[in-house]
């Protein structure tokens, strides 16, 4: 196997987002990445362009916890099918609103198959991926774009259809991803 096979997870209930590189350090680019998400939005309902993959969440669900296995359960089958040996995982934001103790039990569902899985992982504070993408660590869905857009030449609001120029999902989680698969790369090259 040549080089790094790593992964950086955005995790959410409503569009989590998974990218993955498999190479060295020196080819890393948005270009040699693959990147999926997880939508709810019927037009991403088996979205393929380029180096991104959309997967359809159309289903009622009868608990909260058939949601968590079946969101788990996409994330881990991408890792373990492009052989991820390491993953990064966006941390818990401190400023959590709304239903926090349902996205604390559906990343713990992730971290337990992960774990299960003897992939290691890691966690990254929100934080620390907004300033190693903008220089920021309190940067907007907006700066963290404009970065992505300035370092890839790739605009995701012309990809996906977007019409509104909101950062929104499946865009700022596509982006946030990227940018954690990166810091998990460097930071094992400098560690």
């Known amino acids: 196997m040549d080089g790094r ?12 987002a998974v990218t993955i ?12 990445c693959k990147s999926f998400f997880l939508s709810g939005v019927k037009k991403y309902e088996d979205y393929q362009y380029k180096n991104i993959e959309g997967s ?9 916890e058939e949601r968590y296995d079946f969101i788990s359960d996409w994330a881990l089958d991408i890792l373990i099918s492009n052989g991820i040996q390491l ?4 941390d818990y934001s401190y400023g ?16 337990w198959k992960i774990w299960n899985a003897d992939i290691e ?26 970065s992505f857009l300035q370092e890839t ?3 995701l609001h012309e990809e996906l259809v977007i019409k509104s120029e909101k950062i929104g999902n499946p865009m700022s989680d596509i982006v946030d991803s990227y940018y954690i698969c990166k810091m998990m790369l460097d930071s094992q090259e400098s560690a």
């Open 87 to 90: 993953v990064a995982i966006e």
């Open 96 to 111: 959590s609103k709304g239903k926090v103790f349902h996205i604390a039990e559906n990343t713990g569902l992730l971290k």
């Open 56 to 64: 359809p969440q159309f289903k009622l669900w009868e608990t909260p």
């Open 5 to 16: 096979r790593i992964g950086g997870i955005d995790y959410s209930l409503s569009c989590p």
């Open 121 to 146: 992982y890691k966690l990254i504070a929100p934080t620390e991926i907004k300033k190693f993408a903008t220089g920021k660590g309190n940067a907007n869905k907006e700066k963290m774009y404009e």
């Open 21 to 32: 590189y498999t190479g060295e350090k020196e080819n890393f680019s948005f270009e040699n």
């Open 153 to 155: 030449s790739r605009n």
